[in-house]
């Protein structure tokens, strides 16, 4: 199974903060990487998909990039609704999926 | 406005039987590939199963030969029936689409979830 790595754990940041997340995999996965947020209660919402590509009606501040082992999500300025957890998910295992293990951006 | 809203959520001893459900709306349920995610309380995601739209099943190896996943395309539907339950199977299962146009594994919409405990 390849293994998903997401550093850190956990964060605080200030709202207008940038915020870079990091997923590395376990081996190559080319670009099949999607990111994910998740708010208390709350479904899991889809962010980036093929580690770069912006889910529709996803904000702008919100970028992905890398390729192969190491994987960034970034937040340009941090927004109040955007604290939540963040799981990344490799998909070049297709159809057996694997997560990380999630990075929660909490109110520095 | 895609939904998908799961039931069946309960308590079953170890060994025991449940059947989950997922019923959707807003979408050609029929052209989709629909899956099964669960997550531990607190901690991360894992992929429980997903079927396609010709019928076509896959588990992962943990769960093989206990859990069958199935479709009503007619009634916009599908199910997890799940097995010889274990301890480790307590977590909050979401229903989840596969996103078309694309040849990996992306969940475009997720359902709330729906809590199995397993316990004595």
């Known amino acids: 199974d390849i293994q998903m790595t997401q550093s850190p754990s956990s964060l605080s940041a200030s709202v207008g903060d940038r915020v870079t997340i990091t997923c590395r995999a376990s081996?190559?996965?080319?670009?099949?990487l999607n990111w994910y947020q998740q708010k208390p209660g709350k479904a899991p919402k889809l962010l980036i998909y093929?580690?770069?590509r912006l889910q529709s009606g996803v904000p702008s501040r919100f970028s992905g990039s890398g390729s192969g082992t190491d994987f960034t999500l970034t937040i340009s300025s941090l927004q109040p609704e955007d604290f939540a957890t963040y799981f990344c998910?490799?998909?070049?295992?297709?159809?057996?999926?694997?997560f990380g293990g999630g990075t929660k951006v909490e109110i520095k | 406005e895609v939904q998908l809203v799961e039931s069946g959520a309960g308590l079953v001893q170890p060994g025991g039987s449940l059947r989950l459900s997922c019923a959707a709306s807003?979408?050609?349920?029929?052209?989709?590939?629909m899956h099964w995610v669960r997550q531990v309380t607190g901690k991360g995601l894992e992929w429980v199963s997903v079927i396609g739209t010709a019928g076509d099943t896959y588990f992962p190896d943990s769960i093989k030969g206990r859990f069958t996943i199935s479709r009503e395309n007619a009634k916009s539907s599908f199910h997890l029936q799940m097995d010889s339950l274990r301890a480790g199977d307590t977590a909050v299962y979401y229903c989840?689409?596969?996103?078309?146009?694309?040849?990996?594994?992306?969940?475009?919409?997720w359902g709330l979830g729906t809590l199995v405990t397993v316990s004595s």
């Open positions: 081996q190559n996965i080319n670009s099949y």
């Open positions: 989840a689409r596969g996103a078309r146009g694309v040849a990996y594994v992306v969940f475009d919409y």
């Open positions: 093929g580690a770069s």
């Open positions: 998910q490799q998909s070049y295992t297709t159809p057996s999926p694997t």
């Open positions: 807003g979408f050609t349920f029929s052209d989709y590939d």
